[in-house]
C-alpha cells in the first residue's frame, strides 16, 4: 500500500471507490447507486471546470471568509518552552467550524443539479448549522438528523439551526449520537433520493462523499501553505501539523497540501477522542487497534464486537463521538504517512484550560483533543521544529459541559 | 438438485399463484420465539427470509429495526441464527430459508466460513442489503459454487443498462424494491405503476422469478399478485411488537397474519 505523488489524495481510490484497496467503497443499498453515480458524475466534472472552482472561491473569499487567520500563540510556548506553537485559526470562518466548506460545496452542488432540499447529520451540531446556513444562502430547504443525546448537550447548535430555518429531526434510535443520525440521515436519502440532495459531514460514507468533502476542507492546507511560506519564507525544516480526528474532515483538510513532503520535514500527528480516563468506551479506532468493518457504506476501522455490531463510542466532545473514521485517514495510517494518538475527555478539557489561560482562543472540546497532544509534545521540541494546532471549532457550543466541568469563570470570554 | 428456491416458486406456478415470502428477524423476542415463528408460519409461506439484525441499517424503516434491536438487546448472535436455521430445517427440509441483512456481519464473520455455515445449516439464500452489484461478483460467485442463491436487489432507480447487467449476472431470483422507500415505508406509488416497472424486469429474462417487496401489507398484497413472489416484512414485524405490547402471543398472532397474506394470493 502506498500513497502516489501529485496525484490529490481523494482521487487515488481505485474504481470501486477504494484507497488502498481496501478502504472505502460503495456499500449502500441499490436505491443509492443510481443518484451516488449522478453525484459523482457531476462532482468529477466540475472539479475541473474553471467556473465552477471561481464560483466556489467567490463564496469561500466573501461569505466564508479567507484565509482564516494563522497565528503564532506566543504565550502558550513561552509557558511550554519548547517548540514554537503556532495555531490556524479556522474557527474564524463563517459559523465558526470548518464545516462550512463543506456545506457550502455540496449546496453547490444541489444547485447545480437543481435540487430543492437538502439533508445532513451532525453530532456537534456544526456540520448542521453549516448546512442550514448555505441551504438558506443558497435557497435549498434544510433537514438536519441529530442525535437526541447531541441535541441535549450542543444547544447552542441547534438553536443555530433552527434560526436559519432547518428542520432539526432528533434520532432516539441506538446511542442516540452522531452514528444514528448519520444512518438516519442515510434511510431518509433511500427514500427520497429523487428530490433531495444529501449532504454527509465529514469525509465518511460512500467515497463520493468521503471525496467532496476531502476536496472541499483543504481551502485550509491550500491558506496554510500561502501563510507559512509568507512567515518563514519557506516551508519549515521542521513542521508538525496537529489536529483532532473525528470523522476526519478537518485534518484531512489541514494537511491535504502537504501530503507529499516528507514526513519527516511535515509530520501529521491525528488526535482521536479517548472518551473518558475511567471509561473503556471511546471514540478512537486508529489509536485503539480497532478492526476494518463496514459502516455507513464505507470500509474502514471502526469500533465493532465479534460479530459486527457497531459499538456505542463515549466522548466528552459530540464531534468526535464516531465509532468510525475516514478511508483518507485508514490509508494515512496504514502507510504509515499520518500517526494517531489519543487525548481524553480529561486531557481534552486541561488542554482548554491552559489554552484560554494564556491566549486569546477558545478551542471547542474537537480541537482541545488537539491542544493537548501538542502542549506535550512540544515540550520535548526545541524552538527551530513549528507545531501547529488546527483551531477548527469555537467553543461557543460548549458553554454548559465547560460550565459544568470546569466552573462559570471558563465561559465568560477572555 | 434444484435449490428448493426453485422449487417452491414451480409449485407456486403450478397453482397459479404467486409465491408469499415472509420476513422476520432471527431473535425476535428471543432466539426460541423466532424459530417457533418460523416454524408455525412455514405452513402457509412458501420462503421464509430471516433478517440477520444490524444495529446500523442503512436500509430499514421503523419496524424493522424495531424488531432488530429487540433481538440483539435479547443476546442474538451470529451463531444462534444458524442454529435456528438448522433446527428450524430438521422438521422442514424443504422449506427455503433465505438469510438477509448487513455485509458487515458476513465480511466479520468471514466470507468462506458463512458460506459454509450456511451450508451445513440449510441456508438456501441470501440478501445482502448493502452489496450491491458489482461489488457482489466474486461473493456472488462464491454462493453458486455452494448452490445458496444470491438474490439481486433491483430498484426502481436502477437504469435499464444497469438492470440488464445485474440479471445477466444474477442467479435464479432477484428481489424488485417497490418504491423509494426504507422497508415497511406506506405504498406511495400505485399497484399499477409497480407492476409496470415488474413487467419490464421480467422481459430482459422471463426465466428470472421476480419478487417485489417493500411496503406490502394484508392491504396493498392483492393487487399486486401476478408478480412471480410478494415479501412481507414491516408489517409482520409490526404485529409481533403489537402482539407484545398487549401481552399477546406473537407466534398465534403472526400466524393469523401470515394466512391472511396467503389467502389474498389464492
Known sequence: MKIKKKIPLIDQANKLGFWGGKFGGNYVPETLKKPIEDLETQFNKLKKDKKFIAERDKYFKNWVGTPTRFIKLENLTNHVGGAQIWSKVVSDANGGAHKIYNATVHCLLAKRSGKKFIIGDTGAGYAGKMLSMAAKKFGLKCKIFMGAKDIARQQPNVKAMKKNGAEVVPVYSGSQTLVDAVSECMRFWVANCDTTAMCVGSTVGPAVFVRICGWSTSQISRELKIQLIEEFGSIPKKLKLYNCVGGGSSSFGFWNEFMDYDKKQCEFIGVEAGGPAKSKKHAAPLTYGSKIGILHGAAQYVNQNSDGQIEETESISAGLDYPGISPLHCFLKDTKRARYTAASDEDALSAYKTVTKFEKLRPSLEPSHAFSVAIKEAKKLNKDTIVVVNSCGDAYKDREILKKRLGKKYVEPN | ?266
Request: with cysteine; charged share 25%; glycine share 6%.
Open chain 2, 1 to 266: 438438485m434444484l435449490n428448493p428456491i426453485s422449487l417452491v416458486f414451480k409449485k407456486a406456478k403450478k397453482e397459479n399463484r404467486a409465491a408469499l415470502l415472509t420476513y422476520t428477524v432471527a431473535g425476535d423476542s428471543s432466539k426460541k420465539q423466532s424459530l417457533d415463528i418460523l416454524k408455525s408460519i412455514s405452513k402457509d409461506a412458501d420462503i421464509l427470509e430471516l433478517g440477520v439484525p444490524h444495529n446500523t441499517p442503512v436500509a430499514d424503516g421503523s419496524q424493522i429495526q424495531t424488531s432488530a434491536y429487540r433481538a440483539i438487546k435479547n443476546g442474538i448472535r451470529m451463531n444462534d441464527i444458524f442454529k435456528i436455521v438448522k433446527n428450524f430445517k430438521k422438521s422442514n427440509k424443504d422449506k427455503p430459508i433465505i438469510l438477509m441483512g448487513y455485509f458487515n456481519m458476513i465480511f466479520q464473520y468471514g466470507e468462506n466460513k458463512f458460506l459454509n455455515k450456511c451450508n451445513s445449516s440449510g441456508v438456501n439464500g441470501l440478501i445482502v442489503v448493502d452489496l450491491p452489484w458489482p461489488e457482489n461478483k466474486i461473493f456472488a460467485k462464491k454462493c453458486k459454487k455452494k448452490s445458496i442463491y444470491f438474490i439481486q436487489l433491483l430498484s426502481p432507480t436502477t437504469t435499464t443498462r444497469r438492470l440488464k447487467k445485474i440479471i445477466r449476472d444474477s442467479h435464479p431470483m432477484n428481489y424488485f424494491i417497490s418504491m423509494l422507500s426504507t422497508t415497511g415505508g406506506k405504498l406511495k406509488v400505485s399497484p399499477n405503476d409497480i407492476l409496470k416497472n415488474y413487467t419490464k424486469i421480467k422481459k430482459i429474462d422471463p426465466k428470472k422469478e421476480i419478487v417485489i417487496g417493500f411496503g406490502i401489507t394484508e392491504k396493498t398484497i392483492g393487487k399486486l399478485k401476478s408478480a412471480d413472489g410478494l415479501v412481507v416484512g414491516s408489517a409482520i414485524c409490526k404485529e409481533i411488537s403489537r402482539s407484545l405490547k398487549h401481552r399477546q402471543n406473537p407466534v398465534t398472532n403472526v400466524s393469523k397474519l401470515v394466512k391472511k397474506l396467503k389467502n389474498k394470493l389464492l
